[in-house]
């Protein structure tokens, strides 16, 4: 998955796409002559063809591209929080839909209906009716139930492939299998061969009306759960090498060219079948219709999906609005609209002027409902996943148009600030974790933030990230909110805490941490640079502490940031891992990226930092290049090869502490020249005698101690 979240927004415009035309779908009942022969109650005394053949051109895709989007989006969500989360989050978002929604928005429905046929005879059953085994009105909820029936079927097949001992294999198939499918001519006539296959064996199919709709009982109609289960697998595939979306991007136009002409080929089919809605096809023809009308679908699917990779790529405010409501719009319209065509239906107007009255009246009131009383409340949290607070449309102050990548050669420029904390205070209750803090990372630098534990380093970092805001100051990052998503496109973040889906493969995590970037590195790419090819099929819960490390890195770095955030990275890796991580920083800062590094290793500060700010109880209580940090101590170190025992020169005064390595022995002291004459003194037979002036570490302790 090396794919932008550009793209992810493309695809969200699909999906909102495939719910908002069914506004425009059944908009179109009470004009249709067809429909109105048949007995439906709500019927307006001005008749449409042309809406009756708009209904059908929307009718032949928008379910399976509906369901296509649906299980690109269910394996993101299923790989992003594993198995539980994957349950937890569906059946809050669509199981309380689906159950609280019918049972406010069905008797809507029904009382609008019977207000519609008040009066009239029941209409008669269509010739061959049989009665749905476990009939149920879902209404148009139908795809919410059939969704939930879909993410059973799926993780069960998925937990059953995973236990075979072939489980690898089986993928590598499938994938490969998949590859060759998208980038094929044939794609959409190999696709249609199960709804096809379905629909010519359905006996009770009337060909005018296309894939059944699966809305009058708890067993969905075999046409319909083949073909809704093939779309949505077909997605859950594609997510796993979203790079194929690039060919439907490249062939959309032969693909929108080649639907219309089968769609108005297969409505020609059926536009004068002497029993209207109620006909049936045989023989051959029947078998034509059917590859025919599977087909078109795939096409227009194919079609919309390239165009929308092509032309909605970028965020864009209005239509991630649009997208944020039109799950709302969807589950509400229908009675809406299903009133208005009653209101509407004896006023003396043509269809030309009622029908686009009815969309918007409904469009416009809905979006107002959604504005009101969704958006920044519990009821958007439930249906989008969050609540936006009111007067902010977080992430949407202007469409991104900045490509998340570092320069191509070292660019160093300290003054030209991509985060920033001013005058920042925070609070946790009654301690005081900031207090007034000012810091700032410069374009191209390695900033090291050092800090005893609780000197508030970890609240200024997650404050730069967005994932906190300050009680007073300012932070600005790439001179926008944190919470921007435009700014967050251009960041990548190491943290030391990190939960991931330990069934999940390294190459899985890399690639879809990629495709939320603008730019990504391919999984090979990144792999290589963190040296983590070996265990590009190993599930990261199999991996020791310090692999885990190593991969977590390469999903910070895969997504080519400008503003890197590392917190204590070389946790838990051997030398020579810890060596190549410190190889692979000092490439990202030549090749243009700024880099803030938290550690408690000084010697990695040392080796790696450009500059070195000093956080206590809050504050900044130091700031400069390491050689600035050294100067501003007067601790020196001591080294030599003598006889005298350790634990004696620890009892010596202005010895701060001693240690031994290599048979040297090491001393720091703020008063060298005194602790040089008791060394000579006590050992006639010294050697080596090295005196320098204090590293990192000394400067650090002093200075930690000052503040205290």
């Not at 506004?23 to 429909?35: E, K, N, R, W, Y």
């Not at 978002?93 to 207000?115: F, K, S």
């Not at 039109?326 to 009653?342: E, G, I, N, R, T």
């Amino acid at each position: 998955m090396h794919d932008s979240p550009e793209r992810l927004h493309a695809l969200d415009a699909v999906r909102a796409f495939a719910l908002l035309l069914g506004i425009v779908l059944h908009a179109t009942m009470s004009f249709m002559p067809g429909l109105i022969a048949v007995g439906w109650p709500i019927a307006d005394r001005s008749q449409s063809e042309f809406l009756q053949g708009t209904f059908f051109f929307i009718h032949v895709f928008r379910m399976t591209m509906f369901f296509v989007i649906a299980g690109f989006f269910a394996h993101l969500l299923f790989h992003r929080r594993g198995a539980s989360g994957f349950i937890r989050d569906r059946l809050r978002r669509v199981g309380i839909p689906l159950v609280v929604g019918w049972l406010i928005l069905a008797p809507m429905i029904i009382a609008t209906l019977i207000w519609a046929a008040w009066g009239s005879p029941p209409p008669a059953p269509p010739p061959g009716f049989e009665k749905p085994a476990l009939p149920f009105p879902l209404m148009h909820l139908w795809f919410l139930y059939v969704l939930a029936l879909l993410y059973v079927v799926v993780l069960v097949i998925r937990q059953l492939i995973v236990k075979l001992p072939n489980a690898d294999a089986i993928r590598a198939r499938a994938d490969a299998s998949m590859g060759w499918l998208v980038r094929s001519p044939v794609a959409a006539m190999v696709l249609a061969i199960p709804v096809a296959t379905a629909l010519h064996f359905y006996q009770p199919w009337m060909v005018h009306g296309g894939i059944p709709t699966p809305d009058m009982s708890l067993i969905p109609n075999s046409p319909a759960f083949i073909a809704f289960a093939t779309a949505f697998c077909f997605g859950w595939l594609l997510h796993r090498q979203t790079t194929l979306l690039s060919s439907m991007q490249r062939g959309w136009v032969a693909y929108l060219a080649t639907a219309i002409v089968l769609t108005s080929v297969a409505l020609f089919m059926v536009s004068d079948l002497p029993s209207g809605f109620f006909a049936k096809l045989e023989g051959l023809p029947r078998l034509a219709y059917a590859v025919i009308y599977g087909i078109a679908s795939w096409c227009w699917t194919f079609a919309i999906i390239g165009a929308a990779m092509r032309y909605l790529s970028r965020e864009r405010p209005v239509v991630r609005y649009l997208a944020d409501s039109s799950y709302w719009l969807y589950l509400l319209h229908l009675p809406l609209v299903f009133a208005l065509q009653q209101l509407v239906s004896e006023w003396p107007l043509h269809w030309s002027v009622k029908y686009p009255l009815i969309v918007s009246v409904t469009t416009a009131l809905l979006l107002l409902s959604y504005r009101a009383f969704v958006r920044s409340t519990y009821i958007g949290e439930v249906l989008n996943g969050r609540r936006y607070p009111k007067g902010l449309e977080k992430g949407l102050e202007r469409p991104s148009t900045v490509v998340a990548a570092p320069a191509t050669s070292h660019s160093h420029d300290p003054q030209k600030t991509l985060a920033s904390l001013k005058a920042v205070k925070k609070r946790y209750g009654s301690t005081l974790a900031l207090d007034g803090l000012d810091l700032n990372v410069g374009k191209g630098e390695l900033v090291a933030v050092l800090g005893p534990n609780g000197a508030g380093k970890s609240t200024a970092i997650g404050l730069m990230l967005g994932l906190q805001r300050p009680d007073q100051g300012a932070v600005s990052l790439f001179d926008e909110s944190p919470e921007s998503l435009a700014a967050r496109r251009r960041v990548g973040v190491m943290m030391q805490e990190v939960a991931l889906a330990p069934e999940l493969r390294v190459r899985e995590l890399i690639d879809l941490t990629a495709s939320y970037y603008a730019a990504p590195m391919t999984a090979e790419a990144a792999m290589e640079m963190t040296h983590t090819k070996e265990l590009a099929l190993r599930p990261y819960g199999k991996l020791s502490g310090g692999q885990k490390r190593q991969v977590q890195f390469a999903m910070a770095i895969c997504g080519r940031p400008q503003l890197l955030f590392l917190d204590e990275p070389t946790v838990g890796l051997d030398i020579r891992a810890r060596e190549m991580m410190w190889s692979t920083i000092r490439e990202l800062v030549r090749g243009g990226c700024s880099i803030v590094l938290t550690t408690h290793y000084l010697e990695e500060a040392e080796s790696l930092a450009d500059r070195v700010i000093v956080v206590a109880k809050g504050r900044v209580i130091a700031s400069g290049s390491v050689d600035e940090m050294r100067a501003l101590v007067s601790r020196r170190r001591v080294s030599c090869t003598t006889s005298t025992p350790i634990a004696e020169i620890e009892r010596w005064p202005d010895v701060d502490s001693v240690s031994s390595t290599g048979g040297r022995v090491l001393i720091s002291t703020a008063r060298a020249e005194d602790v040089v004459r008791r060394l000579l003194a006590a050992d006639a037979t010294l050697s080596d005698l090295e005196v320098q002036r204090a590293g990192l570490s000394e400067a650090f302790t002093e200075l930690t101690q000052e503040a205290a």
